[in-house]
């Protein structure tokens, strides 16, 4: 063999090799923080869990029937889509799943002569819609390692009064549920209006007769309270498990 091929050969050998350590440490960094991300959903459930229980209780005792949150309109001219992706890439098909999934859902809308507003979440969603010249209203990113609830708050808050203005008819949400280490889903759901006959029935009830309950203020304050905050509960759920998700695709999980 020639000397200038046996360097090339050299060369080549310790490309592969530095590459080989550098994914290495990615693997090293993404295991320590699968326990962590999983944990920080883990930990929304009972939060999540009681919340929807004290609202149907609020539900039960007359309140929210004619909240605008409940309320579907008689006519959609406008939707709004809220797309969760990650920050960064070499996560599998994570992002492309998401993306593919919310472009989908513009295309189906348009064809009914609906109008869209986009709120994209990471870097990889604003990213590609942009280049692909769609109009994006908001951009949400540089979080995916530690979302927090004032995150969730800012995401949901960019909705909420175009929606209670009667600006949007309806909110969707674009992301992926994590079901378990190798089984997860896309899924596309209403933000707002809240599915009404859902958030009546899910969650499991308590056995044994049910509680009578007193409440001040008012039953329709509470209920309005509760509801703002299930949909920032909603969008922080929606970051923590693209955190996890992503932490394990980088991981090879």
Request: with cysteine.
């Amino acid at each position: 063999m020639a000397g200038g091929q046996e360097r090339i050969l050299r060369r080549r050998i310790r490309s592969v090799q530095a590459t080989k350590k550098i994914t290495r440490a990615m693997e090293l960094i993404a295991a320590s923080r699968i326990v962590k991300a999983q944990t920080r959903v883990q930990e929304a459930v009972p939060y999540s869990t009681t919340i929807t229980e004290v609202a149907r209780n609020l539900a039960a005792a007359g309140a929210g029937a004619n909240h605008p949150l409940l309320e579907p309109r008689p006519e959609v001219k406008r939707v709004a889509h809220i797309v969760f992706t990650a920050d960064r890439g070499l996560c599998g098909g994570y992002n492309t799943s998401v993306i593919r999934a919310a472009e989908a859902e513009l295309r189906a809308h348009a064809e009914l002569g609906r109008e869209y507003d986009l709120i994209a979440v990471g870097r990889k969603a604003e990213s590609y819609f942009r280049y692909r010249d769609y109009r994006i209203e908001a951009a949400f990113t540089g979080f995916t390692d530690s979302p927090s609830y004032e995150d969730a708050r800012r995401i949901a808050a960019a909705v909420d009064d175009r929606f209670l203005s009667g600006e949007v008819d309806l909110v969707q949400v674009v992301y992926t549920r994590f079901v378990s280490a190798g089984r997860q889903e896309v899924v596309v759901r209403p933000l707002m209006p809240l599915d009404r006959e859902g958030f009546e029935e899910s969650g499991e009830r308590p056995t044994g007769g049910a509680a009578l309950y007193e409440f001040e203020p008012a039953p329709e304050a509470l209920l309005d309270r509760l509801l703002r905050a299930t949909r920032r509960r909603e969008c922080g759920r929606r970051s923590s498990t693209r955190r996890l998700r992503s932490t394990r695709r980088a991981n090879g999980r």
